[in-house]
């Protein structure tokens, strides 16, 4: 099991850009598919977007599809969430987790088994 490690939060405004950054510890990436998620104080976590293991293919929720871009560069183990146009509401902690090959659904937490402690993004109006 991949252990995660999210950095990049912090304080913007809104219309500004943050990128968040996943990487890995104790072990590789390569052969995990990763999912970003969020929860905000008093909802539940929900899912943000996630990419293949080979890359091939990415995923997004309906409220950040053209605004945020998720990427993963083999080579630097790391996962990116590039975030732009952010508004009030994308604030919350940002989780990345890791699931291993197989059956996978990338919406669904469930399927992940290896979550980071989080990120703060905190977008001013």
């Known amino acids: 099991q991949v252990q995660v490690v999210e950095s990049g939060g912090g304080l913007v405004s809104a219309g500004g850009s943050l990128r968040l950054s996943c990487a890995a510890s104790?072990?590789?990436?390569?052969?995990?598919?990763i999912g970003w998620f969020r929860q905000a104080p008093g909802k539940e976590r929900e899912f943000v977007a996630a990419?293949?293991?080979?890359?091939?293919?990415?995923y997004y929720a309906d409220s950040v599809k053209g605004r945020f871009t998720i990427s993963r560069d083999t080579a630097k183990n790391t996962v990116y969430l590039q975030m732009n146009s952010l508004k009030a509401e994308d604030t919350a902690v940002y989780y990345c987790?890791?699931?291993?090959?197989?059956?996978?659904?990338?919406?669904?937490?469930?399927?992940?088994?290896?979550w980071g402690q989080g990120t703060q993004v905190t977008v001013s109006s």
């Open positions: 987790a890791a699931a291993a090959l197989g059956t996978w659904y990338p919406q669904n937490p469930t399927r992940y088994n290896g």
């Open positions: 104790g072990g590789t990436f390569r052969t995990f598919h």
């Open positions: 990419i293949s293991w080979s890359g091939g293919s990415t």
